[in-house]
């Protein structure tokens, strides 16, 4: 379970190792691998029209960008406990929502932030239009946002728990 501030990444002490843990692997084995990838199509010769090559550099810059993603994910981490149970909707909770106050019409999702967080459920940043709109509220209540479009949506808050990752 995650939580964000402006300037803090709310984390569990799960959701903290598994960043941890990926964070070592990538500085460590995973960096080795694609500098050893790199050196090998570096050895078969003319580096412009050497796909290989170009590959490996491209594999390495997405491993130095999730490095420094998890670098500063973890440097704002505050580990902490999943919230309570207050029915709020709050960073940390799973919300369920209906659009328009339609029962068939529904959606499911975590009010916080992904990294930590496993699994398919959709994720809305509190600071999101939808996040926003529906931090505060309680089950049984209308919450409305502004689209992208600059309309405004209606939702009814049906269920909010405690996401326990």
């Known amino acids: 379970m995650t939580q964000t501030s402006d300037n803090v990444t709310w984390l569990t002490q799960a959701a903290y190792d598994q960043l941890r843990a990926e964070l070592e692997h990538l500085s460590g084995p995973a960096r080795a691998e694609i500098v050893a990838k790199i050196e090998e199509a570096r050895q078969e010769g003319d ?11 491209e594999d390495q810059g997405k491993l130095e960008l999730r490095i420094r993603q998890l670098n500063q994910i973890l ?4 580990v902490g406990e999943a919230p309570a149970d ?3 909707v709050a960073p940390g909770m799973v919300v369920t929502i209906a659009f328009d106050g339609d029962p068939d019409d529904t959606m499911t999702f975590l009010l916080g932030s992904r990294e930590g967080v496993a699994g ?4 809305y940043s509190p600071q999101s239009p ?12 209308d919450a409305t946002y502004e689209l992208p479009n600059g309309r405004t949506a209606k939702v009814k808050v049906l269920d909010v728990k405690p996401y326990q990752g």
């Not at 580096?47 to 550099?57: F, S, T, V």
């Not at 440097?75 to 505050?78: P, Q």
């Open 47 to 57: 580096l412009k029209e050497n796909a290989g090559y170009h590959a490996a550099r």
């Open 75 to 78: 440097e704002t981490a505050k």
């Open 86 to 88: 207050t029915g709020v």
């Open 120 to 123: 398919d459920l959709e994720t």
């Open 130 to 141: 939808l996040g926003s709109g529906v931090a505060g509220k309680r089950r049984g209540d």
